[in-house]
């Protein structure tokens, strides 16, 4: 990856702030279950900003999309979105993880959209898979994850029909779900938190506009979309747990002993002060989406 976008390529540290990303040295099926489980809470609280996103995508997408390539589509909620927004198309649902290839399968099926989405299995960093020529390809939470992007910027511009649409999408900032004070512990333990994991330089993305130019695209929009949600929408504990849950494994050598017991209380299910019996709960954060085409 190379979030700065200057080609220095430093892994394992960058992906914390979507709450699927990527935890240094914590690889494997468990790892991709807890990301596909974060993903999915993640699709089901953000439906709605989904939906509001794919519009304004279609809005400037070919009037005729009919072939879609979604990049680094995790457990397709892109994919299923974007099927239901463009309903001639095919979905292509890109991901290197065969675990979430089942899933998006899955979802696929229980939707009835077994022959639109189709899962492939493809490392981006090894090399572009055969795909036919994309009208729209979508990398939402995934350029930032890549090796070298601007590599993939052009790959995917090849991959581009005429006419066609790039849409990239990032969390701007760490989610936000705690109040200031917990009732438990020292409060600002959200604030302490988000502190190591930017010092970890996790998540960290440029503004996508630049690197798109330079890898031969007009920028054709820009647009911040704020996924806050007052009150907390119901399963805000669970997503909230899920994520802290895959961040912990990096906080732990950071925070003091007094936040980390925090945490655990937060994270217990069975304690009343835990995350899934707070009525505390907020839900902030935006993301930011750039469209693009070939220059
Ligand atoms: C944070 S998830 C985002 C998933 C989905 N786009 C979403 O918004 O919910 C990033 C996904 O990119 C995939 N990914 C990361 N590096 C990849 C690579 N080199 N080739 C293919 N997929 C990759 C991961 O397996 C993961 O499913």
């Not at 099927?83 to 399968?105: G, Y």
């Not at 130019?213 to 009150?231: N, S």
Request: overall charge negative; some cysteine; hydrophobic content about 40%.
């Amino acid at each position: 990856m190379t979030p700065d976008g200057t080609g220095h390529h430093d892994h394992g540290h960058h992906h914390a702030a979507h709450p699927g990303h990527d935890h240094p040295g914590h690889h494997g099926h468990d790892h991709d279950e807890d990301l596909a489980a974060l993903l999915d809470l993640d699709a089901e609280i953000l439906k709605d900003y989904l939906v509001t996103l794919t519009g304004w995508v279609a809005e400037n997408a070919p009037e005729d999309t009919g072939t879609i390539i979604d990049v680094g589509a995790g457990t397709g909620t892109g994919s299923l979105a974007l099927a239901r927004r463009f309903p001639t198309s095919t979905v292509h649902a890109v991901d290197q993880s065969p675990a979430m290839l089942e899933r998006i399968a899955a979802t696929a099926s229980a939707h009835d959209l077994d022959s639109r989405i189709r899962p492939v299995h493809a490392n981006l960093d090894e090399a572009w898979p055969e795909l036919p020529a994309a009208d729209l390809v979508w990398a939402a939470s995934s350029l930032h994850e890549f090796a070298d992007p601007d590599r993939t910027l052009r790959e995917i511009r090849d991959a581009l029909a005429p006419g066609g649409l790039l849409a990239v999408v990032e969390m701007d900032a760490l989610p936000r779900y705690l109040p200031e004070d917990l009732g438990i512990g020292r409060p600002g333990l959200e604030n302490r938190c988000h502190e190591v994991i930017a010092a970890l330089g996790w998540n960290h993305h440029p503004d996508w506009a630049g690197p798109l130019r330079d890898a031969g695209y007009d920028v054709v929009a820009q647009r911040q979309f704020d996924t806050a949600q007052d009150p907390a929408p119901e399963g805000t504990g669970d997503y909230a747990a899920a994520y802290l849950s895959r961040i912990r494994t990096s906080l732990k050598d950071h925070l003091d002993a007094e936040d980390l017991a925090t945490l655990d209380r937060l994270l217990d299910p069975r304690d009343e002060a835990g995350l899934r019996h707070r009525s505390d709960l907020k839900l902030v954060g935006t993301r930011t989406a750039w469209l693009a085409r070939k220059a």
